[in-house]
């Protein structure tokens, strides 16, 4: 499984790239709003930084304008995907932008539906929201295992990079499922590491070492 870290904040990028975690990183307007940074420049940061794919998204909502901020931002790095809408307009955009040989990832996807169009329309990743689905008392996880039932059937490549993820158990489920990528945001990804057992544990072993005096250098 990919791992994917889904912000704008290159120090928070930079630490978990240095420990071989990401795999790639996902924006979107909110974050870059977030991040108080101009999109192309802190995009271009982000591509120097990393290998895998940058997603940046674009902001008009028909597809021509789609289609021309996709081949500025491709422009950025060769590791750019072009972040487009679930709409019909987002899919022309994905056909046109995949067609010249562009990687696109169709975001805002809440229906299974939506991603058989996206996976049809030639898309790299489809990003199902599983967190706003829960927001909504709707099982996020249903939706990526539908997805995935549906991609197997037919052997589509798109790949299933499951987002808006909140919680270390989106995780565990996306990777029992078998989604393709997940992106997290860089706390959700630290926070896999914890476990009161694991705390405990090493409680013990620092008291026995206390105790027993152990050194080794
Ligand atoms: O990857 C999409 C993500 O940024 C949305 O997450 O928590 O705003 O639903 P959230």
């Not at 290159?10 to 990401?22: F, P, Q, S, T, Y």
């Not at 709409?87 to 955009?93: E, M, V, Y």
């Not at 805002?108 to 967190?131: D, E, M, V």
């Amino acid at each position: 499984m990919k791992f994917f870290v889904d912000t704008a904040e290159i120090d928070a990028i930079a630490e978990l790239n240095d420990l071989g975690m990401v795999d790639g990183v996902t924006t979107n307007p909110s974050l870059i709003k977030k991040s108080g940074r101009d999109i192309i420049e802190v995009t271009k940061e982000i591509c120097n930084l990393v290998d895998g794919p940058v997603s940046a998204e674009v902001t008009a909502t028909d597809a021509e304008t789609m289609i021309a901020e996709g081949r500025k931002l491709v422009e950025i790095a060769e590791n750019i995907a072009v972040k487009v809408p679930l709409t019909w307009d987002g899919l022309k955009a994905c056909k046109t932008l995949t067609d010249d040989g562009h990687m696109v990832n169709v975001t805002l996807c809440f229906s299974a539906n939506q991603a058989l169009l996206a996976a049809k329309a030639g898309a790299t990743f489809i990003s199902p929201f599983i967190g706003r689905l829960d927001d909504i008392n709707l099982d996020g996880m249903e939706l990526i295992e539908d997805i995935r039932t549906i991609y197997d059937n037919y052997g589509f490549e798109t790949q299933i990079l499951a987002a808006s993820i909140r919680t270390v158990n989106h995780v565990l489920d996306s990777a029992r499922i078998g989604a393709d990528v997940i992106t997290a945001p860089p706390a959700v990804i630290k926070s896999m590491v914890n476990h009161p057992l694991t705390d405990k544990g090493l409680d013990a072993f620092l008291a026995d070492i206390k105790a027993a005096e152990i050194k080794i250098l």
